[in-house]
């Protein structure tokens, strides 16, 4: 058991926000997620944001979206996907 980890910095917590939704964080950065949540004001309504947008989204299916708005959509994801590699 570590003594000491590091503390999770505000873009780190963004990247790990699905991890948590989904309950796939390992028990030490879940302490880090929670204890950064409980001190950062501008994350803490990021991820109330998040949860609004999926508590909307989790509504909606793939027939509910216009072909192109699909499709522009896809092409946005795959262009942020690809900037990230």
Partial sequence: MRLFTRP???RELV???TDYFEGKLSRSDRRRF???IGGCD???VYLEQMRL???ATGQLS???LEPEARAELL????GWR???I
């Fill in 8 to 10: 999770l910095a505000c």
């Fill in 15 to 17: 990247e790990l926000v």
């Fill in 34 to 36: 929670d204890r950064h």
């Fill in 42 to 44: 501008q994350c803490t």
């Fill in 53 to 55: 947008v999926i508590d």
């Fill in 62 to 64: 793939e027939d509910d």
């Fill in 75 to 78: 092409e946005a994801f795959r």
């Fill in 82 to 84: 690809e900037s990230r």
